[in-house]
């Protein structure tokens, strides 16, 4: 099994940043229904104003080859889109638990 965790940080005034997360949010927790190789997935908004990163997301596939397919899918391409506009920074961790 292989945990895929990615925090975003995004750009814009603190309620630009709240409706970006919460519109890929909801795009991202209906991807298992979408993406056969996903397991589940959680999405997490900030909710600590003393923290910069906004939103955080804990993917779960069988094998490292499935984050490639997660991540090439459609449904996964266009919630990504949601947020291009504003995403400041992406930071990822992939580890085989």
């Known amino acids: 099994m292989v945990k895929h965790i990615v925090s975003f940080k995004l750009k814009g005034s603190k309620d630009e940043r709240l409706e970006a997360a919460r519109k890929f949010k909801s795009a991202l927790l209906a991807l298992p229904e979408k993406i056969e ?22 993917a ?4 490292m080859e499935d984050v490639a397919v997660y991540a ?19 930071a990822c961790v992939d580890f085989v638990c």
């Open 37 to 58: 190789v996903l397991r589940t997935i959680k999405v997490g908004i900030n909710e600590n104003p003393a923290e910069d990163w906004d939103v955080v997301l804990i």
């Open 60 to 63: 779960i596939v069988d094998k």
């Open 72 to 90: 090439k899918h459609p449904a996964h391409v266009a919630a990504a889109a949601l947020i291009a506009h504003c995403k400041e920074a992406r």
